[in-house]
């Protein structure tokens, strides 16, 4: 693996960015406003997520103004949680913090979270108590997605409001990049590591400009992902559900048989059918649960990487072509 050269002093800043163009020159004011009165020596990576619109040319004219920050370019759309671990994987800081680039986490909130990392802490969780500007249907399935997280698959630590804004010490950003897995919830993964966590509330404030790229077919997978990468309590509920059904059928058979016995044979063919249905639908479902869990086992067995880069983009680097 490759070694990053890292500053003890330095506070780096990753931001995933896809088609946020409207929004890298105003947060980037923020972020200086913030951390240059603080005097907190910082640096900010933000990782574009192969966006389609002007983005890249934005983050080209940030790095032209300022030698602070960095981007990378990924060669697709792999997703958020993908590019936030590139830009850990590319953290030079003694702390990173993870900032979404669409100006709804307050910059001046990191403030606080490095006060608590100063005080000892290996994780900092920015934990949402107001979620302004978002519709019944996100705040349902966030409420869903981290009490089965908590509740179901068994990781405690999990915010119950959510946290995707949040700061690493160094030693859990290097351990974060000694995992290779391709399709777990990257917030799970810190949260099961352990370390030593504290927990800042904040408010989450409504999106300024554009739409949130958080499309349902996304929250979904990583509603599955991170069921099956961190429990086998799916394949626990077919064993249970496999043994249930083989009762009812032996009662049930054993009720058909004393019935023919007794001169009372079982009619119909609409009870047969239904429990035919029913039988066909849970074996379906759980050919369905096992897919899951191979089709996860076969991509990791590859060993792909998580990412592909396709362009680096530092002031650093510009100056080494035009010299």
């Given at each position: ?176 990049r000694e995992f290779p ?42 509603a599955i992902d991170s ?80 990412y592909v880069i396709e ?13």
């Open positions: 693996m490759q070694r990053i050269q890292t500053d003890d002093f330095l506070l780096t800043i990753v931001s995933p960015a896809y088609n946020e163009s409207e929004n890298l020159l105003a947060l980037h004011e923020q972020l200086k406003s913030t951390f240059d009165s603080a005097e907190v020596q910082w640096e900010w990576i933000v990782v574009d997520d192969h966006s389609t619109d002007s983005t890249p040319a934005a983050l080209r004219q940030l790095i032209g103004r300022d030698a602070r920050v960095r981007g990378v370019r990924l060669s697709r759309n792999f997703g958020s949680h993908a590019a936030i671990a590139c830009g850990l994987h590319h953290a030079r800081g003694a702390c990173a913090a993870v900032l979404a680039a669409d100006l709804q986490d307050p910059p001046e909130a990191v403030l606080t979270l490095l006060a608590e990392w100063r005080a000892g802490a290996h994780v900092v969780w920015a934990v949402r108590a107001a979620r302004e500007g978002e519709g019944f249907s996100t705040k349902l399935f966030a409420r869903l997605y981290y009490a089965i997280m908590r509740q179901v698959v068994g990781i405690k630590e999990m915010p119950e409001q959510g946290a995707d804004f949040f700061l690493l010490d160094r030693r859990v950003i290097d351990s974060v897995e391709s399709n777990a919830s990257l917030l799970a993964l810190i949260t099961w590591m352990g370390f030593r966590q504290a927990f800042v509330g904040y408010a989450k404030q409504a999106r300024r400009h554009g739409r949130s790229k958080w499309t349902l077919e996304k929250k979904l997978k990583l069921v099956t990468s961190f429990s086998y309590l799916p394949i626990r509920i077919m064993s249970v559900a496999g043994f249930m059904a083989a009762v009812l059928g032996f009662v049930y058979a054993a009720v058909v048989i004393a019935n023919v016995v007794a001169g009372r044979p079982v009619e119909g063919w609409s009870s047969l059918m239904v429990v035919v249905l029913t039988m066909s639908g849970v074996q379906m479902l759980m050919l369905g649960t096992l897919g899951e869990y191979l089709w996860r086992a076969l991509d990791e067995s590859r060993r792909r990487p998580r362009e680096m983009l530092s002031a650093e680097l510009d100056a080494d072509r035009h010299g």
